[in-house]
């Protein structure tokens, strides 16, 4: 439960009025609203809703067209995020924003005053990570660390500053319900610090348990408040969305599909300095099944991706098998053309291309869906198939000319997995396909994963959204150290014993013991 709030008749931060127009789309149109200190206030809204354009301005990184921001009581023109940081305001976004060839502690260090030696910022960083539970080594190079250990980056970032408001965008999206628990915790007592808290997420009951108060905004305009403790989830939902939450449809799998993709003995020295070596891994996924994997960020869960995909190979080809053929020495192309798709956990970058139209991203994976003809492209192909993709998944954009970096997050995210759902694939692997997604858009790309699966597709779903996983998948394993726990059928287990795996501790394992005594999510 939320923190009593302190008495105080004026806010903290104010917004009167406020309006983004961009050029195909207005953000935010004539938004008000009000944080007091010590206050845990929740944003929420769909995807492209404005929720992120409105804490971006909060946060100067984007000028508002009109109305007025006040901090505490006094009219103030945001100019920079430098200068929201010199009032006390702190922001972790939800695409991150690290320059990922500097260290953890480098990067921590440019968000303080003066310039702090690197020592003293390293050793402040293992001291709150450590308190609030979050470990990441701060040598590391951002580059080599996980989506996961970023956001834990950002987090730590902002704390290490002196703050009057802290501004969190979808922070708890890949961290175990354990650790979020423990971030719960930190929040509620930064606010009866006096801290005031900006909170966005698609996750209505932890909504529900850490904050006061709640704004809804739908297609740019507030649409309502509410306090939260004393609304229900679906009440909540049918603000945002306009309707009733759907629920996805799961029947029971009978797992005696072929085998489609199968691992024997996988074995993987890490790449990267603080990456995770592969121990001898196995596991067999059905046609006609859902395989989930469990972990907390950086323990394997981006080698284990690598190796499948194709991005790295292994001089054993039998260590992998794709539909019968041993593969594990043959690179991402001819994966897919024995019928792989995947979904890496990066929307931008690695799924898709910032600067690059929807239809040219759509053709990067998908140009064996008729898209070129004897070498040459075929661009009323490349529209279609693009257009089928927005339509089928309500990807909100300008069109298929439309630049990747224009959507927001959880529509974007939404093209990607449509981009590959609909070639039909025999297998797809899919890393964390509803981070960062609303509420409704989970619900149709969970139940688009549970529909492949009963057209007889192979999915693997590597998620730390332990909700996620027993909602969609018919079996599950765990993650940790680089090791694969046995798998369990999703109705022979629970969030607690899973979460109890991801920590190593599951019957028989053998981790090796770590001399500093971190959990295995830490970086090596």
């Not at 989506?147 to 834990?152: A, L, S």
């Not at 629920?247 to 603080?274: I, K, M």
């Not at 956990?345 to 291309?353: C, F, K, M, P, S």
Request: glycine fraction near 10%; hydrophobic fraction near 45%; include cysteine.
């Amino acid at each position: 439960m939320a923190p009593p709030l302190p008495s105080c008749p004026q806010p903290r931060l104010e917004l009167r009025a406020i309006r983004k127009v961009y050029p195909a789309v207005i953000a935010n149109d004539g938004i008000d609203l009000a944080v007091m200190p010590g206050e845990i206030h929740a944003l929420l809204g769909e995807n492209g809703a404005g929720k992120s354009t409105l804490m971006k301005i909060v946060y100067g990184v984007v000028r508002p067209d009109a109305g007025e921001l006040r901090w505490e009581g006094a009219a103030v023109e945001m100019t920079s995020p430098a200068h929201a940081r010199e009032l006390g305001i702190g922001m972790v976004f939800q695409h991150f924003s690290l320059f990922e060839t500097l260290t953890v502690a480098q990067n921590v260090a440019l968000a303080l005053p003066g310039k702090p030696a690197l020592d003293d910022v390293a050793r402040r960083i293992e001291a709150i990570a450590s308190r609030y539970g979050m470990p990441v080594d701060p040598r590391a190079h951002v580059h080599s660390l996980s989506i996961g250990e970023r956001q834990r980056v950002e987090i730590l970032r902002c704390l290490l500053q002196d703050l009057k408001l802290l501004i969190m965008d979808e922070p708890t999206s890949v961290l175990t319900p354990q650790a979020a628990t423990a971030l719960f915790g930190t929040l509620r007592q930064l606010a009866a610090d006096g801290c005031s808290i900006l909170y966005i997420s698609h996750k209505l009951d932890e909504i529900k348990a850490l904050c006061h108060c709640a704004t809804v905004l739908r297609a740019g305009k507030v649409t309502g408040t509410c306090d939260p403790q004393r609304e229900s989830t679906s009440a909540m939902a049918r603000m945002m969305i306009g309707r009733d939450l759907p629920t996805c449809q799961h029947a029971a799998s009978t797992g005696d599909g072929e085998p489609r993709l199968e691992a024997r003995g996988l074995s993987l020295v890490r790449s990267e300095p603080f990456g995770t070596d592969l121990h001898e891994l196995d596991f067999t996924l059905h046609a006609g099944e859902i395989l989930g994997i469990a972990g907390i960020s950086g323990n394997g869960q981006q080698e284990l991706l690598a190796a499948l995909s194709g991005e790295r190979t292994l001089p054993d080809a039998a260590a992998i098998r794709l539909c019968g053929r041993p593969c594990a020495n043959a690179g991402a192309a001819a994966r897919r053309r024995l019928g792989l798709c995947f979904v890496p956990e990066e929307r931008l970058g690695r799924a898709a291309i910032p600067s690059m139209s929807l239809a040219d991203n759509a053709l990067l994976t998908a140009h064996r869906e008729g898209m070129v003809s004897n070498g040459l492209l075929r661009p009323q192909a490349i529209a279609d198939f693009t257009r089928r993709c927005i339509d089928a998944f309500d990807v909100r954009c300008g069109g298929p000319a439309a630049e990747a970096k224009s959507l927001s997050g959880g529509n974007l995210q939404k093209f990607i997995m449509g981009r590959e759902i609909l070639q039909h694939p025999k297998v797809l692997i899919a890393a964390q396909p509803t981070w960062g997604v609303d509420v409704g858009s989970a619900v149709f790309i969970r139940q688009a994963l549970i529909d492949l699966r009963n057209a007889g597709t192979a999915v693997l779903v590597v998620s730390e959204e332990l909700e996620e996983l027993f909602e969609i998948c018919d079996r599950l394993v765990v993650i940790a150290k680089g090791r694969l726990s046995p798998a369990r059928a999703a109705v022979d287990t629970d969030v607690e014993e899973i979460g109890t795996w991801m920590s190593g501790l599951w019957p028989g394992a053998a981790l090796a013991a770590d001399p500093r005594g971190d959990a295995p999510g830490h970086a090596h």
